[in-house]
């Protein structure tokens, strides 16, 4: 059950990302691998400055979803660079 609530959290935080910063989501596919990868970025970035969110649902989906708004802002910063 843990692995299906994961990839719930992670595709909601992919969605959520991409409706703060584009206006819109990018498929379930896309927002799923945003919000995962987002997750282990947004939990990393939160531990190095010393910022716990705690570890229930709400908690993880704020720090998956800010880890993915981070990682589309770095990958929106090098499409730029392009």
Do not use: R
């Not at 709400?58 to 998956?64: Q, V």
Request: aromatic share 6%.
């Amino acid at each position: 059950m843990g692995l299906i609530l994961f990839l719930i959290i992670g595709a909601v935080a992919g969605f959520l990302a991409g409706k703060i910063l584009k206006g819109g989501g990018m498929g379930l596919v896309t927002n799923l691998i945003v919000g995962i990868i987002g997750a282990f970025l947004g939990g990393w970035v939160l531990g190095v400055v010393g910022v716990p969110l705690g570890d229930g649902i709400i908690g993880s989906l704020i720090t998956a979803t800010l880890g993915a708004v981070l990682l589309l802002w770095l990958i929106s910063l090098v499409k730029k660079g392009d």
